[in-house]
């Protein structure tokens, strides 16, 4: 009797099916905890936070020599001045910042005198050629979400952050069985009649690439008990199995009837050509693939049928880089002697691809592991404008980029909470964020480059957050204010306050070093119109010009003892277990244009906004008061 298929299924109706019935078994990743310097290509089992920060102290960015600004005021090339020995400190890159320095002069700004002074002929503004503690990698700040493929940046940042260990999906195991009385063990010297096993090499390779580990059973002779019994110890130790037989009708009658008495056969015969014989079959939540023994069938079947399971085990769409043109968001600066290599995050607004440079310095280690894609500036260049179309290489897929949510705006912890579950949520989407002040973030949504910014502006005349400014600056509409949170602002200050800070004047006080905010941030803004409302003269404020990016970076250097107040938020100074000194509760709102606002990305930020979890992780922070996140408070 002649042998026939059970079935001849459409290979796109075999995937949809077989993976529907295996997730319906329980087919899963198993998790594992790794030294992070065997973690390269690794996925992240859950989100890693940074233990310390990274530097971690203060050290020199420059050869030269470290002093007291203030010793340097007033230097001019007609009216230089002269530091004696004691008022400075020879440093070398990366030395610790002496006691009592808080700035650098490079070496070849300096006079060395005979007797062991220094003349200089240009001020030192406080904390120039410094690294900051926390610059690259900042205490309790999340360095990767879950489910994030690990990068050799991503190691430098974990090492640096001190994190020695991370919790990843562990590869899966896949158990390759040769089958066949005349398949031979690859030698150099087959007899007529041999067939040397190399599929298995092919297979193991293909697995691989895609982050499987492959485990090669020795070979089985075409007998049934033999083969059954080395499936039964496959199906044992391994996450999936791949039965490699033979192509005739009574070896493919073998390999089925094995799976079967061994699981289940969901289908045997696929309409494909060549690869017709595959077998789709499973043990509970252990995938079974007989895969024909002709190499080129083999390669198709373990690519279209093999590769969705493993891809499905980590949770992840496959996607390959390229070259693109993308729009600037952010002008970039390079000088003329060099090549520059430009790190960006990026994302579709639209249908135009958006890149927003990211920190160039060379050891913010950070930059290079959140980066989408590189720009190279070419020697004689002098940079490029914002707005302005640039080449791009792409380090990111561009299906994940399309797939990428962009808010540009004011910084705050929740929006790196908020990547988290959204990527979670569904593994399609992704959120990057760019901080550049709440008007950055305005204005990056008035021009295109966003799909939503967060924004915290008080309108000093009445009170109210956000609706001057959007009133102003929309003066047509065409945008939805969203609500997120309220949350304390204050200054934080040194564990014990040691400086004795009991009101905002008194960072104007002689011996108060203050740590500001950027221009343009909703904080700043707060900031000088509180000077305003305390009579207190920016100018008195000892680092008052000193401006950091993030919340997460002015706690950091008052944690570190580089600064001993500054303006931000009452979870930031807990992370950091720094005093507070609450001021008042302000309104950090997302502004989203009326364009996006039914897009896939932006509707799954909102249901994010109102879900449980989100409420639950926010809470945990600390310093939010939570009213209804994800509503809409107006449209313009």
């Known amino acids: ?25 329980g087919f899963s990743a198993r998790t594992e905890r790794i030294r992070v310097q065997d973690a390269f290509g ?14 971690h102290y203060a050290c020199s960015a ?43 002069i490079m070496v070849e700004e300096i006079v060395r005198n005979e007797d062991g002074s220094v003349t200089i002929h240009a001020p030192a503004a406080p904390w120039q050629h410094i690294r900051q503690i926390g610059e690259d990698v900042c205490a309790g700040e999340m360095i990767l979400p879950g489910l994030m493929e690990i990068t050799p940046a991503a190691i430098g940042a974990m090492i640096a952050g001190g994190v020695l260990e991370v919790e990843v999906l562990a ?26 096993e190399f599929n298995s090499s092919i297979f193991s390779a293909m697995l691989s690439s895609w982050g499987a580990e492959a485990r090669t059973y020795p070979i089985v002779p075409d007998r049934y008990d033999e083969i059954r019994g080395m499936l039964e110890k496959a199906v044992s130790e391994c996450d999936l199995v791949i039965l490699n037989a033979g192509s005739s009708a009574g070896r493919d009658d073998y390999s089925a009837t094995a799976v079967r008495e061994v699981g289940e056969v969901l289908y045997h015969g696929i309409a494909i050509k060549p690869g017709k014989p595959a077998i789709l079959g499973y043990q509970g939540a252990v995938p079974i693939l ?8 083999g390669i198709i079947v373990i690519d279209e049928l093999l590769r969705p399971l493993v891809d499905l085990w980590y949770r992840r769409e496959p996607d390959s880089g390229s ?34 440079p990211l920190p160039r310095g060379s050891g913010v280690v950070s930059s290079f592991m959140k980066a989408d894609g590189m720009v190279e500036v070419p020697q004689g260049t002098e940079g490029y404008n914002a707005g302005e179309e640039i080449r791009v290489r792409l380090l990111t897929g561009k299906q994940r980029l399309k797939n990428t949510l962009v808010i540009i705006g004011s910084h705050d912890p929740l929006l790196d909470e908020l990547a988290d579950l959204i990527h979670r949520e569904d593994r399609r989407y992704f959120l990057s964020s760019a901080h550049v002040g709440s008007m950055g973030g305005i204005m990056a949504v008035r021009r295109g480059e966003a799909h939503a910014a967060g924004i915290h502006l008080l309108d000093t005349e009445t009170g109210e957050y956000n609706r001057a400014y959007i009133r ?111 001021i008042c509760v302000e309104e950090y709102d997302l502004l989203i244009p009326e364009k996006g606002w039914n897009s896939r990305m932006v509707r799954q930020l909102i249901s994010t906004l109102k879900s449980e979890e989100f409420k639950t992780r926010i809470e945990a922070m600390g310093g939010y008061m939570l009213d209804r996140p994800g509503e809409i408070i107006d449209v313009f």
């Open 472 to 582: 102003k600056y929309f003066p047509h509409g065409g945008v939805y204010l969203i609500r997120c949170v309220g949350r304390q602002q204050g200054l934080m200050l040194q564990k014990g306050n040691p400086l004795g800070i009991r009101s905002f004047a008194d960072i104007a006080r002689d011996g108060v070093r203050y740590v500001n905010r950027q221009k343009g941030s909703g904080t700043r803004v707060l900031m000088d119109y509180l000077c305003k409302k305390h009579g207190v003269d920016p100018e008195r404020i000892y680092g008052y010009e000193r401006e950091e990016l993030t919340h997460n970076s002015v706690a950091v250097q008052i944690a570190g003892d580089s600064a001993d107040a500054g303006m931000g938020i009452y979870s930031t100074a807990k992370l950091y277990d720094l005093d507070f000194l609450p």
């Open 323 to 356: 070259r693109t043109r993308a729009t600037l968001t952010r002008p970039v600066v390079s000088g003329l002697k060099y090549q520059e290599y430009v790190r960006v995050r990026m994302g579709y607004v639209g249908d135009r691809l958006m890149a927003s």
């Open 1 to 25: 009797m002649a042998f026939t298929y059970l079935t001849n299924v459409p290979l796109e109706q075999a995937k949809k099916d077989y993976l529907r019935v295996l997730a319906e078994q």
């Open 42 to 55: 690794r996925i992240t089992a859950k989100a890693v936070y940074a233990h310390i920060n990274a530097p």
């Open 171 to 196: 590869k899966p195991v896949v158990g390759i069985i040769p089958t066949g009385d005349e398949i031979v063990p690859p030698c150099s010297d087959p007899k007529p009649g041999d067939i040397m």
């Open 290 to 297: 007989g895969v024909p023994g002709y190499p080129v069938s």
């Open 62 to 104: 420059m050869d030269g020599i470290a002093l007291f600004a203030k010793d340097s005021f007033g230097a001019t090339e007609t009216t230089p001045v002269t530091l004696r020995e004691g008022q400075f400190t020879v440093v070398d890159t990366g030395d610790p910042i002496p006691e009592g320095c808080d700035a650098v």
